[in-house]
T-cell receptor, first 111, second 111 residues
Framework: GEDVEQSLFLSVREGDSSVINCTYT??????LYWYKQEPGAGLQLLTY?????DMKQDQRLTVLLNKKDKHLSLRIADTQTGDSAIYFC???????????FGAGTRLAVHP | SAVISQKPSRDICQRGTSLTIQCQVD?????MFWYRQQPGQSLTLIAT?????????ESGFVIDKFPISRPNLTFSTLTVSNMSPEDSSIYLC????????FGPGTRLTVL
């Protein structure tokens, strides 16, 4: 079945860019999602990309998809302390309409 | 975008009892899902809630332990039966329309 992997921790300085990486195994995954979870809160959908796209930009967020390598990244420009959270990558498992989640990357933003 | 609400938001329960969690979506969604997020972990899919028929359970989850109902396109319930401390988790409802959204979660603590 689908497997989604992420690095567990990222620390950046306020104002720098953050890049969170994700790999997945199912080449037939149709949609790939990024969710944000703040402490004690639910999941907030940040953005998603369809598998026939290479890039999607939405304000400070840029998603890059390398379908050949099955690699997805989320870039946050001008990272702020309010961006501190856990970021989950998720792949819509092709043919099953199920979201498979990575373990989550904890982003810490320091002054 | 769809808004998903869950009740209760949190509960503390005694071992051996059962708790039913309700999920309401403010618009019709094609699919509804229930996920579990154990402390410090990622999300694991429990089952797909099917309208008017039995839910489709993932490996490791069974109907006797997690009975699910979905009487219409916008409402579903998950019951956690005969609870033990190992069931302490956040339980999240999710709906799939144009995008996949999540409810705020129900934080369950079993003593």
């Amino acid at each position: 079945g689908e497997d989604v992997e992420q690095s567990l921790f990222l620390s950046v300085r306020e104002g720098d860019s953050s890049v969170i990486n994700c790999t997945y195994t199912d080449s037939s995954s149709t949609y790939l999602y990024w969710y944000k979870q703040e402490p004690g809160a639910g999941l907030q959908l940040l953005t998603y990309i369809f598998s026939n796209m290479d890039m999607k930009q939405d304000q400070r967020l840029t998603v890059l998809l390398n379908k050949k390598d099955k690699h997805l990244s989320l870039r946050i420009a001008d990272t702020q302390t309010g961006d501190s959270a856990i970021y989950f990558c998720a792949a819509l498992s092709g043919g099953y309409n199920k979201l498979i989640f990575g373990a989550g990357t904890r982003l810490a933003v320091h002054p | 975008s769809a808004v998903i609400s869950q009740k209760p938001s949190r509960d503390i329960c005694q071992r051996g009892t059962s708790l039913t969690i309700q999920c309401q979506v403010d618009s019709q969604v094609t699919m509804m899902f229930w996920y579990r997020q154990q402390p410090g972990q990622s999300l694991t899919l429990i089952a797909t809630a099917n309208q008017g028929s039995e839910a489709t359970y993932e490996s490791g989850f069974v109907i006797d332990k997690f009975p699910i109902s979905r009487p219409n396109l916008t409402f579903s319930t998950l019951t956690v039966s005969n609870m033990s401390p190992e069931d302490s988790s956040i339980y999240l409802c999710s709906g799939l329309g144009n995008e996949q959204f999540f409810g705020p979660g129900t934080r369950l603590t079993v003593l």
